[in-house]
């Protein structure tokens, strides 16, 4: 008797086979819907997030300017006392010692 309990221990137990192929396995309606909420999610937050970044750019601009007129050293438009054009890039740069202010990267 040990000798069959033996040979059946050493007999592997076959595993069930799928009756539907691998390839024919798809995620179906509701994991399109998943992926859909999700890209319509991120493009709102992309959208939102760029509104909020462009409005904190424009208060900052405005607040320079206010500075500036405040201080005498710049008119509304753009240009000083002298009728030149006040250069914002490169005080920009001085005042946040970095060279990329210049281009469209948001300050920090």
Known sequence: MSTTWAALAATPSPSPTSTVPD?????????FIAIAVVAVVTILLVIDMTRRIRRTR???EIRERLEAEANGTASADGYDRDGVATDEPERRAAEDGRADVGDDTERG
């Open 23 to 31: 390839v024919d396995v798809t995620p179906g309606v509701a994991g």
């Open 58 to 60: 424009y208060r900052a």
